[in-house]
């Protein structure tokens, strides 16, 4: 990961943790069981609804279900309007985000999506996904390109790459 001492790209970062649904506001680590309680369904529907688990979650959605969510082998990519870039690993996104899961005050008024594409072509679902957000003031447009495989009876996300932009 490439280390950027940019404000704005912390904001960003934020924005992201409230995409996934989670909030900013306990940074310690929790232990949270919770196995996935939803069957996920190989078709359109059933991509977008994995991904809305994700913008909008349920009262029961923990660190575990993003384990289930992310693929392993997951890369994001966070790119913004002024070209920063910082790619993560599974394990790193995962620092970044985890513990963050408890709260989801400031996430219910940061959940718009507008779904631009979804596809299935064989095991693999894409995804394009307009987000509008706004976090300590900055409101913040998020166009974010998913890419899925369907594995152990599931849709797991291999690739995010996230372009960033501030908006007025």
Known sequence: MKKQDNSYLRITMLLILLFTGLSNSNAQSQNIEIK???????????????????????????RDDLQEIYHEDMNV?????????????????????????????EHKSNNWAKFHHINIEGDNGHVIVERK????GTKTKLLVNIDFI????????TREVIYSQEIN
Do not use: C, V, Y
């Open 77 to 105: 990519i966070i790119i913004d309007d002024k070209g920063s870039k910082n790619e993560f690993r599974k394990p790193a996104f995962m620092d970044l985000i985890g513990g963050k899961i408890d709260n989801r005050e």
């Open 133 to 136: 957000l706004n976090l300590t």
């Open 150 to 157: 369907w594995q152990d009876e599931r849709w797991q996300i």
């Open 36 to 62: 996935m309680t939803h069957k996920d369904i190989k078709t359109e529907e059933g991509l977008e609804a994995s991904l809305q688990r994700l913008i909008t979650p349920d009262k029961d959605f923990g």
